[in-house]
């Protein structure tokens, strides 16, 4: 690492120069987290709570049947979130789920979390019964309760908390309440008290955001400390200096619709355009040659499955910001870009519907619709393309393992048997891409698996691509393999290769299908966190533009 390797702009990575452009409830939730109670211990039956049948893996949460059950007659749906490690719990009357264009106002709670426990939400439900009680007879809002830890200024994570409920429920943006009952009046730092569903409370309706960068964020919040990954050694390299160009935009820009911004975009030559479609945006953004009428050429569009809802103005600068890399490639001509996702699988079945009133709108070439996701959105992404594998020509996944373990319970996607089994009848170019080393493990990285779950997770992976599976000895003897590749992702790899780019080792493998063909393909990149760091997209494009898809067979056409 060069530590005097710095960049316009350079300071920004400094999460100080982002105080002006805080959430305004920043301080109220600073002073609650530190006055709400200790919850009251809940009675554990058992030893080990995670072999209990209403254990869920990834919120490291014990839903207990007996009450879960008690709750459902009661016409109450409990769910229990997480997101980076930190959890919450909505609570929701199924009779407003219904309907998506009929809003509900929403109830916040801040609860004391002790992030070990598994019994967290069962404490939170006996605590607040008589609040859930009040909140199914008048059937009409929904309630948030949200994990603060006195130590740690939660301010972001309850953020992008509340950003992930408007997305998955009826929720209202103008009419959001924090409850505000352990505060005396006068720390309420000169908001107005008022009172919902017999609670003291604020009215934070539109009143929430920050406007903050993402990649700042996660710099600061610990991602880079993580083992092998060193973030000044990120900041101080041309990968940082890439990442600093959309990060500038977050610092600059609160609204899309911003002038600055839209010049910005103009003069890439592309336009930005924010659409509605039953009750739901979605944006565009389109290379100005493919609109200006001197072309029948039509062009591939890349589906980019990232929040753009109503709820978060903010959230689509980072949608513009963490994508900025895909905008300069179609900046060039050789796509349109469409942004929409929403936090639920079939919600997102809304996408297909979107694509074809884009299809009629615009000159896309309908044999090179390509998708991507980051994340959590990758998980999407890969269900989207197992449901419609005849409209995709490929796939990138990115920041999500390339493995596929047996599910256990509350992953965004769960690759079940009938879901790999069902992909393996379709030849679906995919690119899994991401950090090495990153929070979530990384392609080929999955630290909850044990050996035999590791080469069986590999195998259902490799079957989902059509591709011939290995035996134990030859995955398991990869991590002491001469080859580099096989070496960092502790699989054995049909070709292999090594690039250095803006300053980090690119790990590429590409496995070879029954029909002999290179249509899958891994790149773990050296010490990259949990972003969208600047090669993924350009590797991604260099993957997927090779493959179309014939809309008449559903064949896998190769270009290059």
């Known amino acids: 690492m060069n530590q005097y390797l ?35 211990a809940y009675p554990d039956p058992a030893a080990e709570p995670q072999k209990e049948p209403g254990y869920q893996l990834k919120p490291n949460v014990v839903e207990v049947p007996a009450v879960m059950e008690a709750l459902k007659e009661n016409g109450i749906l409990c769910v229990t979130k997480t997101l980076g490690g930190d959890r919450w719990t909505q609570v929701i009357p199924e009779s407003v789920l219904g309907d998506r264009l009929k809003k509900v106002p929403v109830l916040v709670f801040l609860v ?3 992030k070990p426990d598994p019994y967290w939400t069962m404490r939170v439900l ?17 309630i948030l309760f949200l994990a603060v830890d006195p130590e740690h200024d939660f ?98 820009y609160r609204h899309a619709d911003e002038p600055g911004l839209m010049q910005f975009l103009r003069q890439m030559g592309l336009q930005y355009e924010a659409h509605e479609y039953k009750g739901n945006r979605y944006i565009t953004v389109t290379p100005l040659c493919a609109l200006d009428g ?30 900025l890399e895909y905008l300069k490639i179609a900046a060039e001509g050789e796509f349109m870009m469409v942004f929409f996702v929403l936090e639920d699988m079939e919600d997102n079945e809304l996408l297909s519907e979107i694509t074809e009133e884009c299809c009629a709108q615009y000159p896309i070439d309908r044999s090179r619709i390509y998708l991507t996701g980051h994340s959590h959105n990758s998980a999407f992404a890969l269900e989207y393309y197992r449901r419609h594998p005849l409209e995709i020509a490929a796939c990138s996944a990115m920041n999500f393992p390339a493995i596929l373990p047996q599910p256990k319970g509350g992953e965004t996607a769960p690759n079940t ?14 690119i899994n891409i991401g950090g090495y080393n990153e929070v979530h493990g990384g392609p080929g990285i999955y630290p909850v698996v044990d050996e035999e ?27 002491g393999s001469r080859n580099i590749v096989e070496r960092a992702l502790r699989v054995p790899a ?17 496995y070879q299908n029954v029909d002999g063909k290179y249509h899958f393909r891994v790149v773990s990149v050296q010490n990259m966190p949990h972003m969208i760091t600047p090669t993924l997209a350009a590797m991604s494009w260099n993957f997927m533009r090779r493959f179309a898809r014939n809309l008449e067979t559903g064949e896998t056409i190769e270009l290059y």
Not at 31 to 37: D, I
Not at 295 to 314: N, Q, R
Not at 423 to 428: G, Q, V
Not at 454 to 467: D, H, V
């Open 453 to 479: 779950g590791w080469w069986k997770g590999w195998n259902r992976r490799l079957r989902s691509e059509r591709c011939p599976e290995r035996t134990r000895e030859e995955i398991l003897a990869a991590s």
């Open 494 to 510: 049909d070709k292999s290769e090594v690039l250095y780019l803006m300053g980090f080792e690119h790990y590429i493998a590409d």
């Open 6 to 40: 710095t960049y316009p702009n350079f300071e920004l990575w400094d999460e100080k120069k982002w105080e002006f452009n805080g959430s305004p409830i920043a301080p109220v939730i600073r002073k609650l987290s530190a006055t709400v109670k200790e919850l009251p």
């Open 112 to 114: 004391r979390a002790d």
């Open 155 to 252: 301010t972001p994570e309850i953020l992008m908390m509340l950003t992930e409920c408007f997305a998955l429920y009826p929720a209202d943006i103008d009419r959001l309440y924090l409850d505000v009952t352990p505060l005396d009046s006068n720390e309420l730092a000169g908001w107005k008290e008022t009172e919902y569903a017999g609670r003291r409370a604020i009215d934070i309706s539109r009143k929430w955001e920050a406007a903050k960068a993402h990649n700042v964020n996660l710099y600061n919040s610990g991602l880079q400390k993580e083992p092998d990954v060193d973030g000044e050694w990120l900041v101080h390299s041309m990968s940082g200096k890439a990442l600093m160009e959309g990060v500038v935009l977050e610092y600059q």
């Open 417 to 430: 048997d009938e879901w790999i089994e069902k992909m393996s009848h379709y030849d679906l170019p995919l």
């Open 294 to 323: 001197s072309s029948d050429h039509k062009i591939p569009c890349l589906l980019t499955m990232m929040e753009v809802a109503y709820t978060t103005e903010h959230g689509v600068v980072t949608a513009l910001s963490n994508y």
């Open 126 to 142: 006996e605590e607040y019964k008589d609040d859930i009680e009040k909140m199914a007879s008048a059937g009409s809002y929904l």
